[in-house]
């Protein structure tokens, strides 16, 4: 069982900067993927960005050029840079993280992080 608990989010101003944080604990094996997306109520989840356990990353093309996720493997940590927010970026932010174990492949996520863009 992995926990995965997201901190940073709250209600900023347009064209500023927010820094989400999410450490995982608990059980892990094999993880790959980490990342963060994010979802409006009654909308499908949306990918953000992602980073691999190799620091690939990747960023929806929305968010290109604004966001920055990082990621540090010993501490079980991803974290999202947000900066020149726009109102459009207001969404509920989940973390997730992708392992395998014993051959199977298994997502968690986060509780959830809101953020707020608005004047």
């Known amino acids: 069982q992995v926990q995965l608990v997201e901190s940073g989010g709250g209600l900023v101003q347009p064209g500023g900067s927010l820094r989400l944080s999410c450490v995982a604990s608990?059980?892990?094996?094999?993880?790959?993927?980490m990342g963060w997306y994010r979802q409006a109520p009654g909308k499908q989840r949306e990918l953000v960005a992602t980073i691999s356990s190799r620091g690939s990353t990747n960023y929806a093309d929305s968010v290109k050029g604004r966001f920055t996720i990082s990621r540090d493997n010993a501490k079980n940590t991803v974290n999202l840079q947000m900066d020149s927010l726009k109102p459009e970026d207001t969404f509920v932010y989940y973390c997730l993280l992708d392992q395998w174990i014993a051959g199977v492949f298994s997502r968690d996520w986060g509780q959830g992080t809101q953020v707020t863009v608005s004047s």
């Open positions: 608990g059980t892990m094996f094999r993880v790959n993927t």
